[in-house]
């Protein structure tokens, strides 16, 4: 019988005020903290404490990117009154005249401001002087992109990364010709070309489907907003996280397109796919093509290691896909061609009959041997690429 955990901490009864005319409307706050609970999670609670009890009603919160190692986040009068650190975050809470401030800080440049108070107006000025200066100006390079990561902590939490990129043109070379093809006209499109929401890249593994989206997001992102959703069998279980994800909040450039990367998502569209996962397929379809899908201009990209046969009939209608591309490996003439173009020589000998996948050509270009089975069923695994 697994042992329910210990309430260590009670915090209780708001302060009120016989001047202040809110205060018949404040009730006894009850915060319960458990030994499962962090240092950090205490001052979570206690940063709300103000604002539960009415004491200071107005809330204001942000999350930014690039923050400078140097920045305080907080104004020049706050005290200090609470730190806690905890693997790779630090957590402070700030206390100033009529009101408080909870920073937590990434060590890999984003962070989270909330603060309350007594007034809307000293809400603002005290979270406009944390953020001022706080942040670096994006950095202008060609061979990266940003790209948001959304997974499900205690709420839908994105966080906003540059990853590396190569051109589309650069790599098009590891691509046998006919999924070569297929990619040109993906990568050419226009937000007026688009004319299906879900693109579907299925093949063995190794065959180079996560290096072509993340070429596709550097083709598209003068116009569309890349995002890769860790948790995907998450986000269609919970309604709230997949509008969060796909609807956006308030405020957001709704004229801008986002593009949602979903790897390896066998289980979701496979032919048994509304059996296995409940809702979780219906909310794809709905995302892709029904009114979820009407709220945003959204594309889903879904990579699989499924043959096309086994997916869901109702994933690969026509109208539904903006394409479906088999990326599978070059041929044996392609893998050479690859091998000689990157000044490998004796690789060559190392291609079998069918030829290879963009992961053994990588293999071999830095000098390993593929391996003997290569061609065989339960050889033809490659490497996740």
């Not at 990364?161 to 589309?168: G, H, P, V, Y």
């Not at 979903?262 to 009114?291: H, P, Y």
């Not at 997916?311 to 893998?335: D, F, K, M, N, Y």
Request: hydrophobic share 40%.
């Amino acid at each position: 019988m697994t042992e329910r955990p210990r309430e260590i901490l009670h915090l209780v009864e708001p302060r009120e005020s016989q001047d202040d005319p809110g205060a018949g409307l404040a009730r006894p706050v009850v915060f319960n903290l458990s030994d499962t609970n962090s240092p950090a999670d205490v001052m979570d609670v206690l940063s709300l404490r103000p604002f539960a009890s009415g004491e200071q009603p107005w809330s204001r919160s942000t999350q930014i990117d690039l923050v400078k190692k140097e920045a305080p986040l907080r104004p020049a009068e706050g005290r200090v009154i609470r730190v806690a650190h905890e693997k790779n975050k630090e957590s402070v809470l700030y206390a100033g005249e009529g009101w408080t401030l909870l920073t937590n800080r990434w060590q890999h440049g984003s962070a989270y401001l909330a603060v309350s108070a007594v007034s809307e107006e000293l809400a603002k000025s005290v979270l406009d002087e944390a953020v001022r200066d706080a942040t670096e100006p994006p950095k202008e390079d060609e061979t990266t992109v940003e790209m948001g990561f959304w997974h499900m902590g205690r709420g839908p939490v994105r966080t906003e990364r540059e990853i590396s990129t190569d051109a589309w043109a650069d790599i098009r070379a590891n691509y046998t010709a006919p999924v070569a093809e297929a990619l040109d006209e993906v990568m050419s499109l226009t937000r007026e070309e688009i004319s299906g929401r879900l693109l579907l890249l299925h093949g063995p593994p190794g065959t180079g489907k996560t290096t072509a989206l993340r070429a596709l997001a550097r083709s598209w992102r003068d116009w569309c907003q890349a995002d890769c959703v860790l948790d995907p069998e998450v986000l269609f279980g919970t309604p709230g996280y997949l509008m969060q994800v796909a609807v956006g909040e308030d405020g957001e450039d709704s004229r801008r397109w986002r593009l949602l990367i979903l790897e390896d998502c066998d289980e979701l569209i496979r032919g048994e796919a509304k059996a296995s996962t409940g809702q979780g397929l219906s909310r794809l379809l709905n995302l892709t093509d029904g009114m979820l899908g009407q709220g945003r201009d959204v594309l889903v990209a879904i990579t699989t290691n499924e043959d096309l046969a086994r997916l869901h009939p109702a994933v690969v209608r026509p109208g539904r896909c903006l394409a479906q591309i088999e990326v599978g490996q070059l041929t044996r003439a392609e893998s050479a061609a690859w091998l000689d173009a990157e000044g490998v020589e004796a690789g060559a000998a190392e291609i079998g009959p069918g030829g290879a996948t963009l992961a053994e050509l990588v293999s071999l270009r830095k000098g390993e041997k593929r391996p003997a089975n290569a061609d065989s069923p339960a050889g033809d695994t490659g490497f996740y690429l």
